[in-house]
C-alpha cells in the first residue's frame, strides 16, 4: 500500500483548496456542535415548562377548591361579629362554641425555584418568563396571606366557650377577626388575579395528588359556631 507524505501546496490553488476543506471541516464541526447544543437547550426548556406548568395547574386547582369553603368561613366569621357586637352591646348571646379552622390550601413553589435558581427558566420566551413570574406572584402573596390568616384564626380560637366577654376581650377579638378577614380578601383578590394570569398562559386547574381532605372547618358541613364540635369536625383540618 502506497502512503503519500503532506507536501506542501506547490500552487495557490492547491493552497486555496486545502485551506477550504479546513475551513469547510471546522465550519461543519462547529454547525453540528451548536445543533446538538440547540437541541439540548430545547430539551431542557421543555422539561421545565412542563414541571412549573404542572405545578402551577396543581396552584390552580387549590384555588379552585378553596372556594368550596369561603361561604362557610365567611359565614363563620359573620357569627363570631355577631356574638362581639351582642357582647359589646350587653345583649344577651350564645356562647361559641367551636368556630373551627382556617381554610388552608396547598400551594407550592418549589419546582419554579428549582428551575429559576438552575437557570432554565431564564431559557424561556422573556413575555412566557413575566408570565410566571406573575402568576407565581399570586400564589406567594396567598401563601403569606394564608399564613397571617392562620395565625389570626388560632388565637381568635380562644373566644370558644366564652360566655361572658370583657370590654378589653371583645376589643382584642374584633382585632383579630380584622385581621382574619383582611388576610381572607388578599387570598380572594390573589386567587382572582391567578386566574386571570392563567387565561392568558391557557393553563386550567388539574390535581394528580389522589389524597382529598375536605377544607370546610366541618369538612362537607357547616355547623354553626354555637353547634358543639363533632370528632369529624376537629379532624377536618385541611393540607
Known amino acids: 500500500m502506497d502512503i503519500h507524505k ?6 495557490w490553488r492547491e493552497f486555496f483548496i486545502e485551506i477550504g ?3 469547510t471541516g471546522i465550519l461543519i464541526a462547529l454547525t453540528l456542535e451548536q445543533a446538538l447544543e440547540n437541541f439540548h437547550e430545547r430539551k431542557i426548556t421543555a422539561e421545565a415548562r412542563e ?3 404542572a405545578e402551577v395547574r396543581e396552584d390552580l386547582y387549590w384555588f379552585d377548591k378553596i372556594k368550596i369553603s369561603e361561604p ?6 359573620q357569627q363570631i361579629g355577631d356574638v362581639l357586637d351582642a357582647a359589646s352591646r350587653g345583649r344577651p348571646y350564645a356562647a361559641a362554641q367551636w368556630i373551627g379552622f382556617a381554610p388552608r390550601i396547598k400551594l407550592t413553589t418549589l419546582r419554579w425555584d428549582a428551575n429559576a435558581q438552575a437557570g432554565r427558566a431564564s431559557l424561556f420566551a422573556p413575555d412566557e418568563q413575566r408570565d410566571y413570574d406573575n402568576i407565581y406572584f399570586t400564589f406567594i402573596s396567598a401563601r403569606q396571606a394564608q399564613s397571617e390568616e392562620e395565625s389570626a384564626w388560632s388565637e381568635l380560637q380562644a373566644i370558644d366557650r366564652q360566655d361572658r366577654l370583657t370590654p378589653e376581650a371583645i ?3 374584633n382585632i383579630l377577626l380584622s385581621r382574619v378577614r ?3 380578601a388578599l387570598i380572594e383578590l390573589s386567587r382572582l388575579r391567578a386566574f386571570q394570569y392563567a387565561a ?5 386547574p388539574n390535581n394528580t395528588d389522589a389524597i382529598q381532605i375536605p377544607l370546610t372547618p366541618g369538612g362537607e358541613r357547616c355547623p354553626p359556631i354555637t353547634a358543639k364540635p363533632e370528632k369529624t369536625d376537629i379532624m377536618s383540618k385541611s393540607y
Do not use: D
Not at 362557610?72 to 366569621?77: G, K, P, T, V
Open 200 to 204: 392568558i398562559m391557557h393553563l386550567t
Open 21 to 23: 476543506t479546513i475551513v
Open 171 to 173: 376589643n382584642g377579638f
Open 51 to 53: 414541571a412549573v406548568s
Open 182 to 184: 383582611y388576610e381572607n
Open 6 to 11: 503532506p507536501h506542501a501546496a506547490r500552487t
Open 72 to 77: 362557610c368561613a365567611r359565614s363563620r366569621l
